[in-house]
């Protein structure tokens, strides 16, 4: 059984630079949750993806997008990047049919923006 | 709007000693319960989960939690630290959206083992 795959693993951008990062879920995964996760601190509640619509979105500005694919692997754009976007991001999937909370987590892309 | 304290930042201590983390959860509902660790530089693994039944939980590598509705707790504990469960560890409750469970973290508590 294959785990959730997250790339790139790091990248590095500049200020107003866009920026995509890729998620595979595990298999039998649908739902697909990315979580922000700065230096010292939680993960943070981006969105939430579950059958290819947003099912659910935390306190970021739109400039944070995302997508999910048929196969159920997602995309997190960030446009226009701010210093303070430097983290890394958490891509976490969920079993099909089960509404409990329990995540799989990637191992993230560590994003730095100078 | 659900929220987890986890009051200890880091927490220090000595190799074979017992450990207990603390977290607070504030949820209007009956809460889904998560604790998670992440070594450096990977992703959470989940520890144990508490959703109803039995208050104290078993999870994987020797860790248990109690719920304390009473005190909105759900304390992580281990009876004898080993020097690899040096780790951040995040409690976690699952607050319902749109017909799933999205987990709002703690800070986390740093645990660090001394031989």
């Known amino acids: 059984e294959t785990g959730v795959t997250q790339s790139p693993t790091h990248l590095i951008k500049t200020r107003g630079q866009q920026v995509t990062l890729r998620c595979s879920s595990q298999?039998?995964?649908?739902?697909v949750s990315w979580y922000q996760q700065a230096l010292g601190q939680g993960p943070q509640f981006i969105f939430q993806?579950?059958?290819?619509?947003?099912?659910g979105r935390g306190n970021f500005p739109p400039r944070f997008s995302g997508l999910q694919f048929p196969n159920y692997s997602s995309e997190l754009n960030v446009n226009a990047l701010e210093l303070d976007d430097s983290a890394l991001y958490l891509c976490?999937?969920?079993?099909?049919?089960?509404?409990?909370?329990?995540?799989?987590f990637g191992e993230g892309s560590r994003l730095t923006v100078l | 709007a659900q929220s987890v304290t986890q009051p200890d930042i880091h927490i220090t201590v000595s190799e074979g000693a017992s450990l207990e983390l603390r977290c607070n959860y504030s949820y209007g509902a009956t809460p889904y319960l998560f604790w998670y660790v992440q070594s450096p530089g990977q992703g959470l693994q989940l520890l144990l989960k508490y959703f109803s039944g039995d208050t104290l939980v078993q999870g994987i590598k020797g860790f248990e939690a109690e719920f304390k509705r009473s005190q909105s707790s759900f304390n992580l504990r281990k009876p004898s630290v080993h020097w690899s469960d040096a780790a951040e560890y995040f409690c976690?409750?699952?607050?319902?959206?749109?017909?799933?469970?999205?987990?709002?973290f703690g800070r986390g508590t740093s645990l660090i083992v001394h031989p």
């Open positions: 993806y579950y059958r290819e619509e947003e099912n």
């Open positions: 976490a999937s969920s079993p099909v049919g089960e509404n409990t909370g329990e995540l799989f």
């Open positions: 976690a409750v699952g607050a319902a959206s749109g017909g799933s469970y999205i987990p709002t």
């Open positions: 298999s039998g995964h649908n739902t």
